[in-house]
């Protein structure tokens, strides 16, 4: 963790290592997961002294973390998938309905 996190940072940052750990995620991947959510968080909540855009303006993570956990029978939203297509950087994905953003994902 940074030097200055809060305590609150500190037990957050093992929460999430724990539960990526019960996910069967490896030590090292765990840690970069934890790193990265608190990184945000903190970013989120004008703790750190720089932030990314994406860091500030993108949902948070918890509110990510429930809308993959809890999709239902539907899967991942079309924003999630447009989301994961801009990543991979898939052409034409903004023209592009939730089906055939599925399909060029290989779901």
Do not use: C, F, W
């Not at 959510?37 to 949902?59: C, L, M, P």
Request: aromatic share 2%; hydrophobic share 20%.
């Amino acid at each position: 963790m940074p030097r200055g996190s809060t305590p609150k940072r500190e037990r957050q940052y093992e929460h999430i290592k724990d539960s990526a750990l019960d996910r069967g995620e490896s030590e090292k991947r765990a840690k970069e997961i934890a790193a990265r959510t608190v990184n945000k968080e903190r970013a989120r909540h004008g703790e750190s002294k720089t932030a990314s855009r994406s860091s500030v303006k993108d949902i948070s993570s918890s509110r990510r973390g429930g809308l993959h956990s809890h999709s239902g029978s539907q899967g991942p939203t079309k924003e999630q998938l447009y989301n994961e297509a801009r990543q991979r950087n898939i052409h034409g994905r903004s023209k592009m309905n939730k089906k055939q953003l599925e399909n060029a994902l290989g779901r």
